[in-house]
């Protein structure tokens, strides 16, 4: 098969990574891609938003299965505009993909079909939000309604934090459109997992889990980022779980989108709270974490591209999928600076020494570029993704982080803490024997 990824991150590396590795690959093709995908596929200079120049790029060359990283392009409709033309594309399409572009209609989804969620309001006008806000007291949260970087959501401790935030987006118009509309929600507490489903549309087939880390600094301390490091598998994540989270959540959603005419096909990663209350849907999002995507591709054992036809084709009710038992970590090497401003275009070495100094490494490249000298140098907020493997989550961290000491890049940074809950849970590193 031809196949093209759309994307340039960190997870579009790691998808690439496992798709070239399948029998099934003839051809890979990645748009844009970045320095280190360019090992795998070859680069397209097409951005990932650029829904005409991909579709004509995949007609051109006559692409049997495209895969879709990103939320944005789904978000635009890259899916429908592909299966026009009888294209096969891994990912929801435009209609299935409001559950991430918009989280009012999530929110009103989740309503109709009783999945439990926190409770919530719908505001465009300020003075109805403020009501609402002081109504219910802080803590309290307020998001954006549309797709805004990551940056959409306040989980604000106090009223005025989340006066503040209400008033920025309905007002000062801080994420434009995005913003028009907000959702006021309940604060939830208790320990946040997300679970992958592959959906056909019918059946939803659930993933390993994984762990995020989203905030910037050890302790979980600082702003939120898009995702400093994972780990998989995460052990809050029980099989019991499991159960309760795809029979509450999961399948009465793929269930409900079905029967309101707009069925999910694609890769369907939803954000929980494990609670008092029992699992709570925080957000769902359309597309794989990243980098919890780097962390599930390393611990796959089926054939990636069979799992994405399977999707595709709607026959995975009976498709199941193998994972290495070995846990898998991801250490994410980001920009000083990041998640705020950052310089770009420092060169990074030490990455081949990393990788060859342990076959249970591999760096995964989410903002890489090669300079005019051909060195590689940085392009991104969040540049490395160094993953290992290892018999449980403290051996993959230890090797994560000697790999980590390997790379000399000077003008990079990560968190020294990833993995820290299942550390604990596992009882330290597994001995030496
Ligand atoms: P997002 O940017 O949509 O991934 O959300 C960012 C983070 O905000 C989530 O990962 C949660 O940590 C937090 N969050 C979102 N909604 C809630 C909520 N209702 N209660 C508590 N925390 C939340
Ligand atoms: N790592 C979280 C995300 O991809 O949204």
Redesign the pocket.
């Known amino acids: 098969m031809k196949i093209l990824v759309v994307g340039s991150g960190g997870r579009e590396h790691a998808l690439c990574w496992a798709i070239a590795g399948s029998p099934l690959c003839r051809k890979l093709f990645c748009a844009p891609g970045n320095a280190g995908i360019a090992k795998e596929a070859e680069c397209v200079a097409i951005a990932a938003d650029d829904i005409g120049g991909l579709v004509d790029f995949a007609r051109r060359e006559a692409i049997d299965l495209v895969v879709v990283g990103p939320e944005l392009p789904l978000v635009l409709g890259l899916v429908d505009r592909l299966r026009e033309i009888g294209i096969k594309a891994f990912g929801p399409t435009a209609a299935a993909a409001e559950m991430e572009g918009s989280k009012g209609f999530m929110k009103d989804f989740c309503a109709r079909h009783a999945i439990p969620t926190?409770g919530y309001g719908r505001f465009t006008e300020i003075d109805a939000a403020r009501d609402f806000i002081r109504r219910h007291g802080a803590p309290i949260?307020v998001?954006a309604d549309g797709l805004a970087a990551?940056k959409?959501?306040t989980?604000a401790r106090t009223l005025d934090e989340a006066l503040a935030a209400a008033e920025h987006a309905l007002v000062g118009g801080e994420f434009g459109a995005a913003g028009a509309e907000i959702v006021i929600?309940?604060?939830?507490?208790g320990e946040?997992v997300s679970i992958f489903a592959l959906c056909d549309g019918k059946a939803a087939l659930p993933l390993a889990s994984a762990q995020d880390h989203?905030a910037v600094f050890d302790g979980d301390q600082g702003p939120?980022t898009g995702g400093m490091g994972a780990y998989s598998p995460a052990p809050v994540m029980t099989a019991a779980l499991l159960e309760e989270v795809m029979d509450r959540i999961v399948r009465p959603t793929v269930a409900g989108m079905a029967a309101e005419g707009r069925p999910y096909t694609g890769v369907l990663f939803a954000?929980l709270?494990i609670g008092a209350g029992g699992p709570k849907l925080?957000?769902y999002n359309v597309r794989f974490g990243d980098p919890e995507c780097q962390v599930l591709m390393m611990r796959l054992k089926s054939d990636i591209v069979s799992a994405l036809l399977a999707t595709v084709d709607g026959v995975l009710g009976t498709f199941d999928l193998r994972w290495y038992d070995d846990a898998a970590l991801t250490v994410v090497m980001a920009a000083k600076g990041y998640p705020g401003s950052h310089a770009k275009g420092s060169p990074i070495g030490g990455i081949e020494a990393a990788e060859g100094a342990d076959r249970n490494v591999t760096v995964f490249h989410a903002g890489t570029a090669r300079d005019a000298q051909g060195r590689l140098v940085s392009a991104g907020g969040r540049v490395l993704g160094v993953t290992a493997l290892g018999r449980n989550v403290a051996e993959a961290q230890s090797r994560a982080y000697a790999a980590v000491d390997r790379i000399d890049w000077p003008d990079g940074f990560c968190r020294r803490d990833i993995g820290w809950r299942a550390v604990a849970r596992d009882g330290g590193p597994v001995s030496a024997d």
């Open positions: 926190a949260v998001k990551g959409g959501v989980v929600e309940e604060f939830l507490s946040e989203k939120n954000g709270m925080i957000e």
